[in-house]
């Protein structure tokens, strides 16, 4: 079965400056998908980002990216110019490839943003 | 889109009451998955449907909870009896299949409380 493992319950950042949230899986396959998931206090989860493991390319959107390392099986988010916004519970989850497959998260990272 | 709608938003009952959560996808979507959210165990997938059938139901914590997903719009998860113990939020995703990287979209959570 595969895991996904966040190790940082908790990280802080300075408003406008960079945060990396980190994020390691394990698995035997070869193809997959990633993501990152962000949730604020209204609870609702929000997808910010998607790697697809046969993609070589880190994936970005806007403000936000990731560091796919794929023989370390290692998914980090970079933020930058952190805004207050920001502050959430961020999920890391796996996911098999193929249809309908469930997704697997990580513990979450609870990330504050200081102005 | 009104996304995937979840109700009740709030549920507070007593221990062994009969507790029914229900949802529906977004139009158009053929996977529909149930997870639990709690602190101890963060977010976990109790069930999912591909065109209405359940596929995989190994995360459902024992006899006392139910789904069905008697059509492509609606799905149910029922708790009978309820105990403290299932206090949780419980959240509702759906998702096309025509796309293997297609996200899923969840809906905003059922806050339930057992007392």
């Known amino acids: 079965a595969q895991t996904v493992t966040q190790s940082q319950p908790e990280m802080s950042v300075q408003e406008a400056e960079t945060v990396t949230l980190s994020c390691t899986y394990d698995t035997s396959e070869s193809d997959y998908y990633l993501f990152w998931y962000k949730q604020p206090p209204s609870r609702q989860m929000i997808l910010v980002i998607r790697?697809?493991?046969?993609?070589?390319q880190n994936a970005t959107e806007n403000r936000f990216s990731v560091n796919f390392q794929k023989a370390a099986k290692s998914f980090s988010l970079k933020i930058s110019d952190s805004q207050l916004g920001d502050a959430a519970m961020y999920f890391c989850a796996y996911r098999s490839a193929g249809y309908g497959n469930k997704l697997v998260f990580g513990a979450g990272t609870i990330l504050r943003v200081k102005s | 889109d009104a996304g995937v709608i979840q109700s009740p938003r709030h549920e507070v009952t007593e221990m062994g009451q009969e507790v029914t959560l229900r949802c529906k996808p977004i139009?158009?979507?053929?996977?529909l998955f149930w997870y639990r959210q709690t602190m101890m165990r963060g977010l976990e997938l109790l069930i999912y449907?591909?065109?209405?059938?359940?596929?995989?139901d190994s995360g459902m914590p024992e006899d006392r909870f139910s789904a069905k997903m008697p059509n492509a719009s609606f799905s149910t998860l029922k708790i009978q009896p309820s105990e403290p113990r299932d206090s949780a939020v419980y959240f509702c995703?759906?998702?096309?299949?025509?796309?293997?990287?297609?996200?899923?979209?969840f809906g905003p959570g059922t806050r339930l409380t057992v007392l």
């Open positions: 449907f591909n065109n209405n059938v359940p596929i995989d």
């Open positions: 139009s158009g979507h053929n996977s």
């Open positions: 790697q697809e493991a046969y993609k070589q």
């Open positions: 995703a759906s998702r096309i299949r025509t796309g293997v990287a297609n996200e899923q979209f």
